[in-house]
């Protein structure tokens, strides 16, 4: 960075942010301050029901608990900065723009991997059941575990460092809430066909590797769930299901329309698809998952319970 910042005028950027009228400012800090403490507090508490309850102690809640957790880094990479700049000043320095595209790409992906290996724990458990203990012991789950949250970083490394051999000399106005690869490249004044190609090689197939995986783990699971003869069966198989499902959605569906098309179509028409797969999914995935998941609620109820403070017996 020091190398490229004696080649560059920019030593910081303008982050514009979802509105530039000051009336809107207050307005917007107090619904992302509320979005941000349930954020939070939900997917805390999720961590928490899984590790205190032993019954909740398998592969599906284990990775369950990570995804929120890194959910809680996720949403804590963005919204900060986005409550500072909404009552202060809206700038913030390149190596601190980087730094936040880098935590942004490298959870982002996390999630994403985690998606693909909640699906492949799904698959396992409705087309083989019998192997199920057996490949989806505890080793196998941490290595997956581990899997998903390496690859990512190293993903978020290489563009981070493709972008800082990147010049700007020009604006330094970013027009968007967060510092992202697309906007950036759009300010630089050097060529960008080099990191235009990266994203759309390596940077696309570790967008929609895991998508595709989830794609064929799900079709495989509908074929099962189809010669299961009772009603009841197929209802119970696709209700641990529909909660991955209705997230798994939500979050690729918004990231597919901002991620797939050229860099020089972003527009600000994105900000919205972009706040739905960066906050509110990570908002609302604790209550989508336990929103019809039995034991999870009942652990979160136990959970709450023991955090009440005792009054003494009259």
């Known amino acids: 960075m020091e190398r490229l910042n004696q080649t560059s005028s920019v030593s910081e950027f303008i982050l514009l942010g979802l509105s530039s009228r000051p009336q809107d400012q207050k307005p917007l800090f107090i619904l992302f301050l509320i979005i941000y403490l349930v954020t939070i507090t939900g997917n805390l508490l999720i961590v928490l029901a899984i590790c205190s309850d032993p019954q ?21 990479t963005i919204v900060p900065r986005m409550l500072v700049n909404f009552l202060s000043h809206k700038t913030i320095s390149y190596a601190g723009c980087l730094s936040q595209m880098y935590f942004i790409y490298a959870l982002g992906n996390t999630d994403s991997c985690l998606l693909a290996v909640m699906a ?4 396992v458990a409705i087309c083989d059941p019998f192997h199920y203990v057996t490949i989806m012991g505890h080793r196998h789950c941490v290595l997956l575990v581990a899997f998903s949250c390496s690859l990512p970083h190293f993903h978020s490394l290489l563009h ?35 990191n235009e190609i990266v994203i759309m090689t390596e940077g696309l197939v ?24 009772s009603t009841s069966g197929k209802h119970k198989a696709f209700s641990t299901c529909g909660s991955h499902l209705t997230v798994v959605t939500l979050f690729y569906g918004s990231i597919f329309y901002v991620y797939l098309q050229p860099v020089s179509t972003y527009t ?47």
């Open 56 to 76: 909740l102690h398998t592969p599906m809640y284990f990775f369950l608990s990570f995804l929120s957790f890194t959910d809680i880094c996720f949403t804590t």
């Open 206 to 229: 570790l967008l929609v590797t895991p998508f595709l995986f989830i794609t064929f783990s799900y079709i495989r699971i509908l074929i099962a769930i189809l010669k299961i003869p």
């Open 268 to 314: 600000v028409r994105d900000h919205v698809a972009t706040i739905v797969y960066t906050v509110l999914s990570s908002m609302l995935n604790p209550f989508i998952y336990s929103l019809r998941n039995k034991d999870l609620k009942q652990s979160l109820r136990k959970l709450v319970g023991r955090r009440k403070p005792q009054t003494a017996p009259p």
């Open 120 to 123: 492949f724990d799904r698959y």
């Open 160 to 194: 981070v460092l493709l972008l800082n051999q990147l010049t700007f000399c020009d604006s330094n106005v970013i027009h968007h809430f967060l510092c992202d690869l697309s906007p950036l490249m759009k300010l630089s004044c050097s060529p960008t066909l080099i």
